[in-house]
Each structure stands twice: as C-alpha cells, then as structure tokens.
C-alpha cells in the first residue's frame, strides 16, 4: 500500500499514464472480451480456446503484413475470414458433438484445443515474437506518451462493441441468438432451427476474433502463448461483466485493466495482474452474476 | 483373480530396478518416476474431477507444496519430512478458502473451473512477483546436501526415489479406493448430479465437498513436494500456473477419471508419447508430442468421456456406465 501512496503523493504524472495505459490496454481486453462474450456469454458454450484463435489470426496477419507485403487492411480482411473459418469450424467439429453434454467437457474439448494450437504454433513458428513493424506516430498528451495504435484499438472497439449491441437487439438473427441461448428446447419447439443460429453466432463470435486480431497485431508481437498470457484475463472479463451483458463487460475491462497497470507501475506487472485475479475471486462469491447483476 | 493379478505386477515393480538394463537403467528409472508422481498427482485430481467439481488450478496446490518444502529446506534448514507437513496444511488451507466460498455460494461447473484456473494463476504470479527469495520465473534449485541425505530427502541414486514414489503412488491408489468403498462416495455422486437434491435428502453438501477438496489439495502438495526433491528444482512454469493444471486435467481424462487406474494410465501414456517423439525426433519436433495429444483429447473427450482405460474395462465387464459415468 505504501508504494501505491508513494505513487500518487510523488509521482502523478507516473500515475496519471498509467491511468491512461491502462486506459489503452482496457481498449484491448474490452475488444478481445467481444467475441468471446457473444459465444460464452450469449450462447453459453465455452470456447477456452478463444484467444488462441486470435493468436492464429494474428499469425496470418503477420505473415501476410509483413512477410508478402500486403496492405495492412487486406491482411485484416484475411484475419477475419480466417476467424470466420475457424469459427464455424471449432462449432461443428468440437462442439456440436457435444453439445448437450456438461459445459464441462466443452471446456476440456476446447482446452485440448488449445494446447493443440499452441504446440503446432510452437512446432510451425517456433516461439519467436514476431511483430509487425509500422511506423505509426506516438502522440503526446501533456507529457505523457500515447501509442497511436492503441488509439485506435480503442476507438473501434468502442464501435464494435456499439455495433454488437445494435445487431443482437435490433435484428433479427440477433433476437435468435438471445432466443437460442435462454432456452435451446423451446426454441426447436417454436419451428426454427438452434444449429443455424449456432454456426451463425460462432461465425460472427470468429469473424471478431479476427478483428481482434488485426488490431492486436499493430501493437503486440504474436507468439505461440499469446493466448497463454490473454485468455484466462479475457475469461474473467466476461464473467465479470454479467455473462452476455456487452456493456457490463466493457465496464469490467476498464476495472481489470486499470488495476493492472496501476499495480504494476506501483509493484510489479505481476502483482498488478494477482490483484486483478483476486479481485475476479472475490467479485465471484459476492456477485456471482457479474457487477451489474441484481442481487437475487 | 485381479488381487493376484494386482500383487504379480506390485512384485514386477518392487523388482524392476534390479534388472540389468546397462545403461539404459538411469533413463528408465527416471520415466517410471515421472510416470509415478505424475499418476499420483493426477490420481489426487481425480478424487475431485469425477464428481464434477473441474478444478483447472490443481497448479496451485503443486507449487504450494514444492516451493514451501524448497524454500524452508533453503532458507531456514528445515527438514522436508517436516516441510512435507507444513506444504499440505499450506495447501489444505488454500483449498479451504477457495473452496468454501464455493460450496457456499453455489459456484459449479465450468464457473468452478474459471474460479479455480484463476487461483492457479494467482499462485504462479506471486511466485514469479517475490523474485526475491523464489527466484521468480528463474526457479530455485534445492540446496544440495551431499550424494545421499536422509535428513534433506535428496539422494542421487534414483532407486531410493524409485521405491519412494512408488510408496506414494500406491497411497493415492488406496486412498482414490478407501473413498471409493466410503458413504462419501454415494454422497458426492449425489451431490455431483444435484446439489438441492442431495441437501434435501440430509447430506451436508458443503462437508462433503470441502473434505473432498483438502484430501485432493494434500496430496497434490505432497506429490509437488517429491517431484521437487527429485528434481531438486522448482519452477513456477512446471509447477504452477494453468500449464501444469491443464496437463494434469488432461492425463487424467484420457486415461479415464472414473476408474482407479485411469489417472495412471492417461499419465504413463501421455508420458510414454512424448519420451517416444523426443527420442525419435529429437528437438526438431518440439511441441508435436503436445499437438498429437492435444488433437487425441479433443477426440476423447467427444467419443470416449470414460477414458481409454474406463473404456476398455467397461467393454470387458459389460457393466452399466455408473451415473456419475453417464452424465459426463
């Protein structure tokens, strides 16, 4: 606590960008939240795999960036295809086989995806970080340095996000989707078909996971345990924020985020992240249906 | 004809390491270890695991036990036969402030799972944060106390941790038997399949699953406490941290989480693949043994929950899946 103090008599401007990293980075979590909040939250399948899929994006990005040369945009419209693909395919080849079992063997079906992706990356790529180097501009805010590229994260996560919210409300296939995930039975019963919601919310859920990925790729370097450092804060993030509640998660990605980098500018970057952890536990017992929730 | 069956192989393996292997039997020696603790520790998982409480931080309680005994042998000399002692309350104590809350608050399923990979996590960056006396993500190497040391538990001859973890490996098997003949087991199934159920019908749901919960977390300590005298080095990598937890989880359910056996069979096959792809290929395969059983447990999980070995003895005895067996 003292070094916390320390902080903020001593250094505020430390302090303050900090704050605004923190800022930054809750950009990242929150869009890195949005997939996975469509698939685990709204639909209620757990896809631990998740930020393993974005790892794979961003190694497609990667390469077709920087190693062919594409434009930046081309090579995202890539990732998100490829997210697209991979969607639709950890859907019908994992989960839709197991789909009425416990979420349980969701988790362990995907997990043993998971170290699949992450051994074949390692085997395909080794564990080299590999960047995609552009010159992007640092903007500077009375002092304190701002990545351009974390800006722009940001800023379309922020629409994304909006646009998430207008499609599960505002149309059709959203309403489905909502319909689908309160209770699968009834909806078979009313005539229409769970499956194709399902392959249609795992492309959507893929497709941004891919966005996720071309953003990520500008400011992080890509490694086979990419997904390793991002997946259980993403998880939290989602569970934190009311399961399937876009907005609560955007919320809880700014609380972690925050208290992550303020803890690690007054500890260490490890600390920041076992305060967040703890803080994940406890919100757990107290609020287990999220910060938003209601008390039942 | 399985008691005999059971004391032939118990004789096979009290006399393996007096078989003249050449030089081969340093190698072989250490494989069977690795296999043994392993399998305990897997075995610890399951007491849990198959009556669905899911716990993806079993890291924890490992790096509990492995750096408590380290770290007290280091700092302060003291023996790890006590340290042993010290590292499972440590660890008891730590599953009893997650699990509690738990019960209490009627956290199940995968949100159990999330609660406990989190607390894994939790483990791992506070040992790599106190790099100051845990090394951080460097590890720490035990103190060496000379060739053969009783008092520090370190010996470089590796019959001596043959037969010691042998001695561990078959207290997991009688202690995965003793709750498996107990009421706890009917009560747990119970409680696995329904909890309002279960307290409606008078069983104390949180007792049960707390008792079941500190028996697991102990003996995980334990089997941390001798991985790390034998390797005499501990690592917040291989020791806590969802890596470790998830490879526990995944031995066990390949090898099948709902039979004595299973968490040793997972575990020696799981182990036996990867020693196999590394002697073959070499380190030009780095990760491969990973991606094939990443590839088989994702197979598994869909087409045989019951794992390989609760399979093949389903199929012999033709017996009815147990319920526990059917809902997973």
Request: with cysteine; glycine share 12%.
């Amino acid at each position: 606590v003292s070094s916390l103090v320390d902080l903020v008599v001593n250094n505020p401007l430390l302090l303050a960008e900090a704050a605004l990293n923190g800022l930054l980075l809750g950009g990242v979590l929150a869009l890195l939240a949005l997939g996975l909040n469509l698939i685990f939250g709204v639909l209620d399948v757990v896809w631990i795999v998740y930020v393993d899929l974005v790892t794979l994006c961003m190694y497609l990005v990667y390469f077709l960036v920087q190693v062919y040369g594409w434009p930046l945009l081309l090579g995202g419209l890539a990732g998100i295809a490829l997210g697209v693909l991979l969607g639709i395919g950890v859907h019908l080849l994992v989960i839709t086989p197991i789909l009425n079992s416990p979420p349980v063997n969701q988790l362990l079906a995907t997990g043993g995806l998971l170290f699949f992706i992450q051994s074949l990356a390692t085997f395909l790529w080794t564990t080299d970080h590999r960047t995609v180097r552009l010159n992007l501009p640092t903007l500077e805010i009375g002092g304190m340095f701002v990545s351009f590229a974390r800006l722009v994260a940001f800023a379309l996560a922020v629409l994304v996000m909006l646009g998430l919210y207008l499609f599960l409300t505002r149309t059709y296939i959203g309403t489905a989707i909502r319909a689908v995930s309160q209770d699968r039975g009834a909806m078979a019963l009313m005539g229409a078909n769970p499956q194709r919601v399902y392959v249609v919310t795992s492309a959507v859920g893929g497709a941004l996971a891919g966005v996720a990925a071309a953003l990520l790729i500008i400011q992080y370097s890509v490694h086979p345990y990419f997904g390793a450092a991002f997946g259980p804060i993403t998880f939290m993030i989602c569970v934190l924020g009311g399961l399937g509640n876009m907005l609560g998660a955007f919320v809880a990605s700014f609380i972690l985020s925050e208290i992550i980098s303020i803890g690690g500018v007054a500890w260490s970057t490890e600390m920041g992240y076992v305060i967040a952890f703890a803080l994940f536990i406890v919100l757990m017992f107290i609020r287990p249906g999220g910060i938003f929730a209601r008390r039942q | 004809v399985s008691r005999v069956a059971g004391l032939v192989l118990l004789a096979l393996a009290a006399a393996a390491p007096l078989v003249p292997m050449g030089g081969m039997r340093e190698y072989v020696l250490h494989v069977i270890i690795q296999i043994f603790v392993w399998s305990f520790i897997g075995n610890a998982w399951s007491l849990m695991g198959r009556f669905g409480l899911v716990s993806l931080g079993h890291g924890a309680f490992l790096g509990v036990g492995a750096y408590t005994t380290t770290l007290l042998w280091n700092f302060y000399g003291l023996t790890p036969w006590v340290g042993m002692l010290v590292a499972m309350a440590a660890a008891v104590v730590l599953a009893v402030v997650v699990a509690y809350p738990c019960s209490r608050f009627g956290i199940v399923g995968h949100y159990f799972a999330l609660v406990t990979l989190a607390v894994g996590e939790v483990v791992r960056l506070l040992i790599i944060a106190e790099r100051d006396w845990t090394g951080g993500s460097l590890g720490v190497t035990l103190r060496a106390a000379g060739d053969a040391s009783l008092v520090a538990l370190q010996y470089a001859d590796k019959r001596v941790f043959y037969y010691g973890s042998l001695g561990v490996w078959l207290l997991g098997l009688y202690v995965w038997h003793r709750i498996d003949r107990s009421m706890a087991r009917a009560a747990m199934e119970a409680i696995g399949e329904d909890e309002t159920a279960a307290a409606s019908v008078g069983i104390h749901v949180s007792r049960f699953k707390l008792a079941i919960t500190a028996v697991s977390a102990a003996l995980t300590a334990l089997g941390g406490v001798l991985y790390a005298q034998y390797i005499a080095y501990v690592n917040p990598e291989t020791l806590a941290g969802v890596g470790v937890s998830l490879r526990i989880v995944f031995a066990v359910v390949l090898g099948g989480m709902y039979s004595l056996l299973g968490p040793t069979v997972g575990t020696a096959l799981t182990i036996a693949l990867s020693e196999y792809l590394r002697i073959t290929f070499g380190v030009h395969l780095i990760g491969m043994a990973e991606t094939i059983y990443g590839l088989v447990l994702v197979v598994f999980i869909i087409f045989l929950p019951a794992g390989i070995y609760g399979s093949v003895r389903d199929l012999l005895t033709r017996r009815r899946p147990s319920p526990a067996r059917a809902a997973a």
